[in-house]
């Protein structure tokens, strides 16, 4: 920095949320990514841990588990507060941090609720603010506003708080599946991620464990027609003038991209994806608009299907707090832009400072 202070980056992750661990993955890679030679020049880095149980640990304990000095097993353990206390940050440390970075996968952080409590210290954040985070996790809203815009999507479904103890709503709810759409289908939560308490449901018999299993996270339920497709991704960057990076296509062993397959096995990641100019031009496109339309900034990343049979472009979600473990898609996409991750991480910042 000319003449100026290290900027102190708040890194928050972790969380009350079913992508608990793909969070510490991600925190781990943008740690390091501020810790580089050049990086080191410009930024401190406070790192918060959110344990599974949503207590917050002190930035010592916290960088541990970045560094690996200890599990977050023992850590999330290790209460800094009594649960009942209502000043559950009491013992943090939220001076001194300039701007900050919440790296929270899915519920408790990404849905727009970490936005909200920042909002409070008055300081920029990297990402989007509470509404976009918000409609980019709520996978019915998001879908509903798509398709009030006329983007193109798969057939849908929704249903919400319905009593699947009750054999009439029961039923119900099975004809209309199958009067509207064709097996296979997804049952989803609406809101989710990392593909957890979705089923992939190839005939009737298997739809009412489906909800169940969706009802576990979320009793607001999403069902899609379910395609063979191609799933093609677009990374976001920017505020007023949003960028796009280049367009990846992931290969996976598996049926469909399920939490397994996205974490645990050799995926093939292509990019550029193998699609003709005029797709990937259509890709981009939609992903900027659809962005505007939730009001989504900062960073994300725009999840595609293209049907194999039609080479249809359909829009699949966004990703307002995309992952940045080592096998992730996002920082890969914008290391083929020519943003390597330090590099990645640095622009991130000047973004949320409007620099
Ligand atoms: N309508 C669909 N047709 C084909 N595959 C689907 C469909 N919906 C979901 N999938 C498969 O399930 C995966 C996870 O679904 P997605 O809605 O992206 O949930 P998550 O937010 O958990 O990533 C997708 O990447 C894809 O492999
Ligand atoms: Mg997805």
């Known amino acids: 920095m000319i003449g100026g202070q290290k900027k102190c980056i708040g890194l928050i992750f972790g969380g009350n949320s079913n992508e608990h661990e793909v969070s510490i993955s991600s925190a781990k890679t943008v740690f390091q990514a501020f810790n580089s030679e050049t990086n080191k020049k410009r930024y401190t880095v406070k790192p918060f841990y959110i344990n599974k149980y949503g207590d917050w640990l002190d930035s010592n304990l916290s960088e541990k588990i970045l560094i690996g000095d200890i599990g977050n097993n023992k850590a999330k353990k290790q209460k800094i507060v009594n649960q009942e206390k209502i000043n559950f940050l009491d013992g943090i440390q939220f001076q001194n941090v300039d701007v900050w970075f919440p790296l929270l996968h899915g519920l408790n952080g990404e849905d727009g609720s970490i936005h909200g409590l920042l909002r409070f210290t008055k300081k920029p954040c990297v990402g989007c603010g509470i509404i976009g985070s918000a409609l980019g996790m709520d996978k019915i809203l998001m879908k509903t ?211």
Not at 148 to 166: A, I, R, S
Not at 191 to 204: A, D, P, Q, T, Y
Not at 305 to 330: A, D, H, R
Request: net charge neutral.
């Open 145 to 355: 506003i798509f398709s009030n815009l006329k983007f193109p999507q798969v057939n849908y479904l929704v249903f919400q708080n319905e009593d699947l103890n009750d054999k009439q709503i029961k039923n119900k709810i099975i004809n209309e599946i199958l009067k509207k759409l064709k097996f296979p289908i997804f049952v989803k939560p609406s809101n989710s991620g990392s593909s957890l308490g979705i089923s992939k449901v190839k005939n009737e018999s298997e739809i009412l464990q489906a909800l169940e299993k969706a009802r576990g996270i979320d009793p607001r339920i999403l069902i899609e027609e379910g395609l063979e497709v191609r799933e093609i991704e677009c990374g976001i960057i920017g505020n007023s003038k949003l960028l796009t990076s280049e367009i990846g296509e992931v290969n996976y062993e598996s049926d469909w991209y399920d939490y397994d397959s996205k974490y645990h096995s050799n995926n093939k990641i292509i990019i550029p994806a193998e699609i003709d100019s005029k797709i990937t031009k259509e890709i981009k496109e939609i992903a900027i608009k659809s962005c505007r339309a939730l009001n989504i900034f900062g960073f994300a990343r725009v999840d595609f299907f293209l049907e194999k049979s039609s080479n249809k472009i359909l829009l699949n979600e966004i990703n307002t707090i995309p992952g940045f473990t080592k096998n992730s898609m996002f920082p890969m996409l914008w290391e083929a832009s020519g943003l390597k991750i330090e590099q990645l991480v640095a622009k991130l910042v000047d973004i949320s400072l409007d620099l």
